[in-house]
C-alpha cells in the first residue's frame, strides 16, 4: 500500500540520518587525539606526559559532566533535537542518544583548546576544574542562545554553520584568561640592557617533536571535514549537497591559509618555521568553520589568505603583551573565531542563508547589513559571557592558594599550599611536570635538571626529618603533661626539650626555603648569562658548545643542598641553559645541545635512576 511505501521510505531515511551522524561524530572525536598530538609535540619533552594527561581528563571527565548537565543545558545540540534532560535514560523514540554523542564530540573542543593555551604550568586538577565550568556552564548556555531555536541570539538572526564562534571562539577566550591568570613561564621573556637601555627578549621554548606535531595537524584537518560536514545535521538529498560545499570551502580555505602563512612566516623569519604551517592551517580551519556553507569558492579563497594574517597577528600581540600561550591557542581559535564570524556577515552568498532564520546575505555583496549586525551581536554575547565565566572561575582558582596558606599554618603540612595552588610551584615547573607528577619523562634529564632533582630530594628528606621530630615533640609534650602533676622540674625539662626542637624546626625550614631559592635564582642567573654570550656572537651560524660538568663540585654541592648551606655561593657546577631553549631575537635560530652529567657526576650526586624508560 502507499502507507507502507512512505513508512519504509521515512524509516529508510532515518536510518540513513543516525548512520550519518554517528559516523560523522566519531570522525570528530578523532580530532581529540589530533590536539593530544599536536600539543604533546609542541610542549617541551618534560611536560608531554602532563600535557596528555588534560587531554584525557577533559575528554573522559567532560562526557560525564556533558551527560549530567551540560547537555540538558544547552536544549539543543550539534544534532540539532531538544531535550532539556539532565543525567537522562536513553530514548529510541526521541533519538537523545545520537544527540547526546554528536553534540558531545562539538562540546569537548572548546575544553581541549584551553590546555593549549595553559600548557606546562597549570596544576591538573584546577584545569579538570574549569572544564567542568567550561562544559557545565560555558558552551551550553552559548549553545542554547546560538543554536537553538529559542536562543534570543539565533532569533536575530545569527549563522555559525559549525562554531567558528560557539566553539572555536569560546575555547579560544577560555585560553586566553587562563593564560593572562598564569603569567608566562619562567625564562619566557626578559629585559636585557644594552648601552644602558633595556629592551625586551623573548625565549621560544624548543617543541618536542615536530614530527608528533605535524601528525596531529593531519589528524586535525581530517576531522574538521566531518565537523563542518555533519553539521547539516541529515542525510537528505538536500542536505547532503549542503556538505559537500562544506567540505569544498573547508579544503580550499584551509589551503589558501596554508600557502599564504608559510611564505609570510618565510618572509619574517628569513627561512621556513613548520609551527606556523601548523598555526596557519588550523588558523583557516577555524575561519572557515562559521560560514562554509554559506559561502562560494572565492569568498573562502579571500578568508584564507586573511586568516593567515589574522593568526600572525594575534600571536605578535600577545608576545607584545608578554601573554604566554604556548600553542597560540587564541590567535588561532579566538581571532580566527572571531574573523569566521564575521566573515559570514559579510560575504553570504545569496540564496545560501535561506534557512528559518531571518537573515540575508553579505553586506558586501548587496545585504542590507542585518546579517552583519547579528554576527556582532553573537560576537559580543560570546566574548562576554565567556570571559565574565572564566574570570570568575580563575579568579576562585587563583584566590585558593590563600586557603592553601591557611591550611599549612594550622595543619603543619606544607602540601596543602602547593595542591591548592593554580599554577605549581617554580621549581618543580623548571625540573619539568613529568619528572614530579608522572612516571618521569621519556628523555634523559639535562644537567640543570638532574641539580635541580638533587636539590628536590634534599628537601623530601628535609620534610621527612621535620615530621619525625614533630613527632619526637608530641611525645615528649605527652611525657611531660603526666609528670607535671609530680615533678616540677619534669616540667622545665620538657620546655627545654620543646624549644629545642622549635629551633630545629625552623632552623631547617629557613635552610630549605634558602636552598631552594638560591638554586632556582642560579639556574635563572646562568641562563640569562649564556644568552647574553649568543647575543654577543659575530657569527650566529656557530653553536654553543659546552664542557661536561666537574663530577668533583657537583658531588660538594649535592653535599651543601642536603646541609642545607644558609650563606656563600652553591659550590655545585653552575647549570646550563635548558636543553629546550631557543634563541629568536634575531633572523637566525640556534639551539644549544643536550648537556648531560657524566656517570660519575650522577653517581657522586647520589641519584641512581634519571627518569628514563
Known amino acids: 500500500s502507499v502507507e507502507a511505501l512512505q513508512k519504509q521510505n521515512d524509516d529508510l531515511e532515518e536510518s540513513l540520518r ?12 578523532l580530532m581529540q587525539a589530533g590536539f593530544s598530538y599536536l600539543e604533546a609535540g609542541t610542549v617541551r619533552q618534560s611536560n608531554a606526559k602532563s600535557i596528555l594527561l588534560k587531554n584525557f581528563g577533559d575528554a573522559f571527565m567532560g562526557a ?10 544547552s536544549h539543543t545540540g550539534a544534532s540539532g533535537a531538544q531535550y532539556g534532560q539532565f543525567a537522562f535514560n536513553w530514548d529510541n523514540s526521541n533519538g537523545n542518544a545520537i544527540a547526546f554523542f554528536h553534540s558531545f564530540a562539538f562540546a569537548v573542543t572548546s575544553a581541549t583548546i584551553v590546555s593549549g593555551g595553559v600548557a606546562e604550568r597549570m596544576q591538573l586538577h584546577a ?3 574549569y572544564t567542568c565550568v567550561m562544559l557545565g556552564a560555558i558552551y551550553p548556555t552559548l549553545a542554547c542562545w546560538c543554536w537553538a531555536s529559542s536562543g534570543f541570539v539565533y532569533r536575530e538572526g545569527y549563522l555559525d554553520f559549525a562554531g567558528s564562534g560557539v566553539v572555536h571562539l569560546t575555547g579560544g577566550i577560555g585560553a586566553l584568561i587562563g593564560a593572562i591568570f598564569l603569567g608566562p613561564r619562567y625564562g619566557r621573556f626578559r629585559e636585557k640592557e644594552v648601552n644602558g637601555g633595556f629592551y625586551r627578549e623573548v625565549l621560544e621554548f624548543k617543541a618536542h617533536s615536530t614530527i608528533v606535531a605535524s601528525l596531529g595537524t593531519w589528524l586535525l584537518w581530517f576531522g574538521w571535514f566531518a565537523f563542518n560536514a555533519s553539521s547539516t545535521l541529515s542525510a537528505d538529498l538536500d542536505s547532503m549537497q549542503v556538505a559537500t560545499v562544506a567540505a569544498a570551502n573547508t579544503l580550499l580555505c584551509s589551503a589558501a591559509a596554508t600557502c599564504t602563512g608559510t611564505a609570510l612566516s618565510a618572509t619574517l623569519l628569513g627561512g621556513f618555521h613548520l609551527p606556523d604551517t601548523h598555526n596557519s592551517l588550523l588558523g ?3 575561519a572557515i568553520t562559521a560560514g562554509c556553507a554559506y559561502l562560494d569558492s572565492y569568498s573562502a579563497l579571500g578568508v584564507g589568505v586573511v586568516s593567515a594574517f589574522v593568526t600572525k597577528l594575534f600571536s605578535h600581540a600577545l608576545i607584545r603583551f608578554q601573554i604566554d600561550d604556548p600553542l597560540d591557542a587564541f590567535a588561532v581559535h579566538g581571532g580566527n573565531g572571531a574573523l569566521g564570524l564575521l566573515a559570514v556577515g559579510f560575504l553570504a552568498s545569496e540564496g545560501r542563508t535561506d ?3 531571518q537573515s540575508d546575505f553579505g553586506v558586501l555583496l548587496g545585504g542590507d547589513g542585518h546579517l552583519l549586525g547579528a554576527q556582532l551581536i553573537g560576537l559580543l554575547v560570546i566574548v562576554t559571557w565567556t570571559g565574565f565565566i572564566s ?12 586557603l592553601g596558606e591557611y591550611l599549612t599554618e594550622t595543619t603543619g603540612r606544607p602540601g596543602w599550599q602547593e595542591f591548592l595552588s593554580l599554577r605549581v610551584p617554580r621549581d618543580y615547573e623548571l625540573l619539568g611536570l613529568d619528572a614530579l607528577f608522572y612516571d618521569g619523562t621519556d628523555g634523559e634529564l639535562s644537567t640543570s635538571q638532574i641539580n635541580m632533582k638533587s636539590l628536590m630530594d634534599a628537601a623530601v628528606r628535609r620534610i621527612a626529618a621535620k615530621k619525625q621530630a614533630r613527632g619526637k615533640r608530641k611525645a615528649i609534650k605527652a611525657s611531660t603533661s603526666r609528670k607535671d602533676s609530680d615533678d616540677e622540674s619534669g616540667t622545665v625539662e620538657g620546655a627545654q626539650n620543646r624549644g629545642t626542637l622549635d629551633d630545629s624546626l625552623h632552623g631547617a625550614d629557613a635552610n630549605l626555603r634558602q636552598a631552594r631559592e638560591r638554586a632556582i635564582n642560579l639556574l635563572m642567573s646562568r641562563m640569562g648569562e649564556e644568552m647574553s654570550e649568543f647575543s654577543e656572537e659575530q657569527d650566529g651560524s656557530v653553536q654553543h658548545q659546552r664542557s661536561q660538568p666537574d663530577p668533583e663540585r657537583a658531588a660538594t654541592g649535592a653535599v651543601a643542598a642536603r646541609q642545607g648551606v644558609t650563606s656563600g655561593r652553591p659550590s655545585f657546577p653552575p647549570p646550563p641553559p635548558p636543553r629546550d631553549a631557543v634563541r629568536t631575537n634575531s633572523s637566525k635560530r640556534f639551539s644549544w645541545g643536550k648537556p648531560r652529567a657524566s656517570p660519575e657526576a650522577k653517581e657522586d650526586l647520589g641519584i641512581e635512576e634519571v627518569y628514563q624508560d
Do not use: Q
Open 18 to 29: 543516525l548512520f550519518y551522524l554517528l559516523i560523522m561524530g566519531m570522525a570528530v572525536l
Open 391 to 402: 574570570i570568575v572561575a580563575f579568579s576562585v582558582l587563583y584566590s585558593s592558594k590563600y
Open 284 to 286: 583557516g580551519l577555524v
Open 355 to 357: 534557512t528559518d532564520n
Open 64 to 73: 560525564l559532566i556533558w551527560w549530567l548537565w551540560g547537555f540538558g543545558v
Open 127 to 129: 584545569y579538570l576544574i
